[in-house]
C-alpha cells in the first residue's frame, strides 16, 4: 500500500487565487511528521512546511498552511494568493521510523502545480 | 554559508562500470540520504545514514553502495551501473533539531548507457 498517496497528478490554479494541493498518508508510527516540498522547473527541492504527528495547530509559513486532519489522515497544502512563481512540482513526504529503527522520508509522486496569468 | 554540493552534477557512464557519486556538506549534520527521482516515483530512499560509520538500507538499495567515514561526506557508489539506474539522485541532509527538515543538494543527473 501507498504510504504517501498525492491523488493530483496536474493542478491549474488562476493568478492570486487559493490552491489545495492533496495529500494522505498511512502509518502505524505515533511520532510522525509530514512535509511539503516544492521543486521548481530548476530542479532545486525547497522546504516548504512540517507538521508534526502531535501538533495541535496547523503549521503556517507565510502563504503556506498545512491542513492537517489526523483522524482521517490527510495533510494538505494550502497556498493563498498565488503567484506565478509557485509553479512547480510539489511534493509530501512522511517522516516516519524504518525497519532499521530510524527515521527517515517517504516521499508522494507529486502535484505539478500551474499558476495561469 | 552552510551548504550541500554533489560532484559531478551530469554523468555519462556505460552498462557495467564502477560509477561514484559525491555528495558534501558543510552544515555539520549527523544525517544524511540518498535518493533517486523517476518521473512518476516521486523520491525513492536509496541509501541513509545517521552518523560515521552508521548505513542503513532504503528502499530501493540493490545495487548501490555507501560508506560514511566523516560527517561531511556520503559518497553514494553504482558497483556497476545499469541502465535502470538512469535517473536524477539527489543527497540530503539533516540536523538534530526537532523538525529535522532536510536539506538537498542541487542533484546529479545520470545516464547509463
Known amino acids: 500500500a501507498q504510504k504517501i498517496t498525492q491523488t493530483q497528478p496536474g493542478m491549474f490554479v488562476q493568478e492570486k487565487e487559493a490552491v489545495t494541493l492533496d495529500c494522505t498518508y498511512d502509518t502505524s508510527d505515533p511520532s510522525y511528521g509530514l512535509f511539503w516540498y516544492k521543486q521548481p522547473s530548476s530542479g532545486e527541492m525547497i522546504f516548504l512546511i512540517y507538521q508534526g504527528s502531535y501538533d495541535q495547530q496547523n503549521a503556517t509559513e507565510g502563504r503556506y498552511s498545512l491542513n492537517f486532519q489526523k483522524a482521517r489522515k490527510s495533510a494538505n497544502l494550502v497556498i493563498s494568493a498565488s503567484q506565478l512563481g509557485d509553479s512547480a512540482m510539489y511534493f509530501c513526504a512522511m517522516r516516519e521510523v524504518m525497519d532499521t529503527g530510524r527515521r527517515a522520508l517517504t516521499f508522494g509522486s507529486g502535484t505539478r502545480l500551474q499558476v495561469q496569468p | 554559508d552552510a551548504e550541500i554540493t554533489q560532484s559531478p552534477r551530469h554523468k555519462i557512464t556505460e552498462t557495467g562500470r564502477q560509477v561514484t557519486l559525491a555528495c558534501h556538506q558543510t552544515?555539520?549534520?549527523?544525517?544524511m540520504f540518498w535518493y533517486r527521482q523517476d518521473l512518476g516515483h516521486g523520491l525513492r530512499l536509496i541509501h541513509y545514514s545517521y552518523g560515521v560509520q552508521d548505513t542503513n538500507k532504503g528502499e530501493v538499495s540493490d545495487g548501490y553502495s555507501v560508506s560514511r567515514s566523516n560527517t561531511e561526506d556520503l559518497p553514494l557508489t553504482l558497483e556497476s551501473a545499469a541502465s535502470s539506474q538512469t535517473s536524477v539522485y539527489f543527497c540530503?541532509?539533516?540536523?538534530?533539531?526537532?523538525?529535522?527538515?532536510?536539506?538537498f543538494g542541487p542533484g546529479t543527473r545520470l545516464t547509463v548507457t
Open positions: 540530503a541532509s539533516s540536523g538534530g533539531r526537532e523538525r529535522r527538515e532536510q536539506y
Open positions: 552544515w555539520n549534520h549527523n544525517n
